[in-house]
Each structure stands twice: as C-alpha cells, then as structure tokens.
C-alpha cells in the first residue's frame, strides 16, 4: 500500500522560533498533499491543501504567513511554522493522494504518522 | 456550508456486542465516504470507505451503509474485541478535492 513519512515525529522548540516538518510520499506521485491539525481529544482540523507547483490553498482562519507549505515535488510538501507559540503545540498530520491510482483510489487518501509540536 | 455531524461522541460496549457510529454530510455531490480508525498518538487508518454508486459495503466484522438521499452514512461493527477500541472518525469529500471529518467517537469495548 501508499506509504506517507513525516519527520520529525516530534519537535520541541521555545516561542518564536521557526519549525519545518517534511512529508513525504515514498512509493507513489502525490500531486496534491493535504495538511491537517489535531488538539487533544479533537478531530482532524484541515489547515490547506498543497498543490505540487503552485501556491497552497489555505483553510478559513488559518493563516498563510505564519503557516508556510511548499510543495516543491511530487514527493514532498513542507510546513514550516514560523514564530511558533505555545498555543501553536499540536499534533500535525499530512495526507497525500496517489496521482497513478485507477478508478476509486484517487479519492484515498493515505496518512503521514504526524508530528508532534510542542512550543515552550 | 462544510459540515460532517458525528454521533454518538462515546461509545460503550460490551465485548461481542456490535457498534454502530453514524454520520450526515451536507454536500450533495460528495460521493465518497472513508472511515478512520485512530489509536492513540497515532495516524489515523483507513478501515472501509463507500462511493455513492453502492448503498452497502461489507469487510469482514466492518460493514458501512449509505443513504444518498438522507445524506446519512453509517458504520457497523459486529461481534467488537477489545482491540477495536479506539477513536473512529468518518470523512466526506468537498468541493470534489479535499475531505472534512467528523467529529469522531471513542469506542471503548469492555472484555
């Protein structure tokens, strides 16, 4: 099956420094990678959706500049937090869709084991 | 608007007892429905999906159904084990691109 990798599976860093955490599709072509936060005991937030080759799509209320994504490759989508806070420390999770999938597989998508982010 | 309601929020049973989580979405032109389980500090797995052309799916213990017209989707899990316990959350498509999840439902499946 689709395998997605995120690194790093956790990250501690002090308020107002910047955080860049990779997700990778490592045995298929993703040209669209999705990002999603999660609080404690809540469900999936969609923060934007990366477009390999073009600017993300960003969610009502989640803002681009301090949430950059880049998507460089068909393999690799970057979030970068910048200026993190404490209240920015949660569970990031990415998703990817497999472009060479045949009918009814290019709806699945296929989830990184996410990243723990916690701000002091 | 972008809505996917889930019920119940917990869910208690007894192991061999069945479970069933039920889901509504508001766009009428999604037609694919996944379903998640997550453990713990852990991604979240898809364990069956449903596209809108098939009112029923079944894999093994898990089965899904589908009312297109209610706009309605369920899961139902038979004879539950304690390993089935964990958070189970239901997702639909919009916009035909990205997916909106519920809010997901803790199982606790008591030996």
């Known amino acids: 099956g689709a395998v997605v990798s995120q690194h790093p599976s956790w990250v501690i860093c002090k308020s107002g420094t910047s955080v860049k955490i990779e997700c990778r599709s490592l045995?298929?072509?993703?040209?669209?990678m999705f990002w999603y936060r999660q609080f404690p005991k809540q469900s999936l937030m969609l923060m934007a959706t990366s477009n390999e080759g073009s600017k993300a799509t960003y969610e009502q209320g989640v803002e681009k500049d301090k949430f950059l994504i880049n998507h460089a490759s068909l393999t690799l989508s970057t979030l970068t937090v910048t200026s993190a806070h404490p209240e920015d420390s949660s569970f990031y999770i990415c998703s990817a869709r497999d472009l060479a999938g045949g009918q009814g597989t290019t709806d699945t998508q296929y989830f990184g084991p996410g990243t723990r982010l916690t701000v002091l | 608007g972008e809505n996917v309601e889930q019920h119940p929020s917990t869910l208690s049973v007894q192991e061999g007892d069945s479970a069933v989580i039920k889901c509504t979405y508001s766009?009428?032109?999604?037609?694919?429905f996944p379903w998640y389980k997550q453990e713990l500090g852990k991604r979240p797995q898809l364990i069956i999906d449903i596209r809108s052309n098939v009112g029923e799916k079944k894999d093994q213990r898990i089965a899904v159904t589908l009312n297109k017209t209610a706009k309605h989707f369920s899961l139902h899990i038979t004879e539950t084990q304690p390993e089935d316990s964990a958070v189970y959350f239901c997702a639909a498509p919009f916009n035909t691109d990205k997916l909106i999840f519920g809010t997901g439902t803790r199982l606790q499946v008591f030996p």
């Open positions: 045995d298929f072509q993703a040209t669209t």
């Open positions: 766009d009428s032109a999604s037609n694919y």
